[in-house]
């Protein structure tokens, strides 16, 4: 009985303690939670996503959705690159030659009206040049100046975008050192190179880091991906595309050439890459050799000469004679054509 009363008579004194509050006391914690209310909404608002999408560039058609009016991808794949985009989550898409991944990129990109800017991993022979700076040795009235320029990377890393760390699979391990502060809960690039300002560069709420890698032993240059790294991005294999898909995309990009010769050029495009995966050449094209090859016949060389100019430097003397049918059957088909 006693522990009641005297639990009941601390109640009373909190309760009379709670009226003893002056005006100007509940006015001062009533604006500091308002405070408090705001800065927890400005941070919300600052990372939420904005993305505005263009639905006149989206078309949905069952488990497709095409975008930009020609490019396809699965309705799946689409939605998780939104999401990540739009929640600064890291992406990283695996999957062979030619699959498309840099182009799946761009085009969700154009579709988002989101800046992009892509840094080939695969030919920066000086990570720290490439992604920190360089020191730059002046002299001006007879006196060695030292200046420190920053690198582009560490300027776009400030603003909102997409930065994608193409063919990231044939960066070396220097590299992946400097990327792993800005991919992981840091979210820093790391300035010690700099001497004169060591401060790390803040990487901005908005700007999101994709990367594609070619994974296997068939391809030349690339390193084993570091677990550190995949651990920093979330995974996402790419498919193959479709001929339709690749035959829409030259349409668009190169509308010089005739439809029967855009269909030709994908037809020997599939055919090479089909004796590669029967592992009859030592050779696969990608979607970018393809554009090239697009390019040289939109200015008036046959596919032939583009195919044969370009496939002799993948496979040289041998590889040609490998695809010779191919290439032959290419010449008389749609190269007479006006």
Do not use: W
Not at 13 to 20: A, F, L, N, V
Not at 146 to 169: A, H, N, T, V, Y
């Amino acid at each position: 009985m006693a522990r009641t009363k005297k639990a009941e008579g601390s109640v009373t004194t909190e309760i009379t303690s709670k009226k003893c509050l002056s005006e100007e006391t509940k006015a001062k914690i009533s604006a500091a939670l308002k405070r408090r209310k705001t800065s927890v909404e400005e941070a919300s608002e600052a990372l939420s996503p904005k993305l505005v999408e263009d639905k006149s560039k989206i078309k949905e058609e069952g488990s497709i959705v095409t975008i930009n009016g020609y490019f396809k991808v699965e309705k799946g794949t689409f939605e998780i690159l939104k999401h990540n985009i739009g929640y600064g989550i890291n992406t990283m898409l695996i999957g062979a030659t030619g699959t498309g991944k840099t182009e799946v990129v761009a085009n969700i990109a154009k579709v988002f009206n989101v800046p992009l800017t892509i840094f080939d991993m695969g030919t920066m022979t000086d990570p720290v040049m490439g992604l920190v700076g360089t020191h730059v040795i002046t002299v001006e009235n007879g006196m060695t100046k030292s200046e420190f320029k920053r690198s582009r990377f560490s300027e776009l890393i400030q603003q909102p975008g997409i930065i994608l760390l193409d063919e990231i699979s044939r960066a070396g391990a220097m590299a992946n050192n400097l990327l792993f502060p800005c991919l992981d809960f840091r979210r820093e690039l790391p300035m010690e190179y700099s001497f004169h300002d060591t401060t790390p560069i803040q990487v901005h709420p908005q700007c999101v880091f994709f990367s594609t890698a070619n994974m296997g032993s068939q391809y030349t240059g690339t390193h084993k991906l570091d677990r550190a790294l995949l651990d920093r991005f979330m995974l996402i294999e790419v498919d193959s595309i479709k001929s339709d898909a690749i035959i829409a995309t030259l349409e668009s990009e190169f509308p010089k050439i005739t439809k029967t010769k855009i269909k030709k050029l994908v037809s020997v495009f599939t055919k090479i890459n089909k004796e590669h995966d029967e592992f009859k050449i030592s050779f696969n094209l990608s979607i970018r050799h393809l554009k090239t090859i697009a390019k040289l016949v939109s200015n008036g060389f046959t596919i032939y000469d583009g195919y044969v100019a370009l496939c002799k430097g993948l496979g040289s003397q041998e590889g040609l004679k490998a695809i010779n049918a191919i290439l032959d059957d290419a010449k008389t088909s749609t190269d007479t054509e006006s």
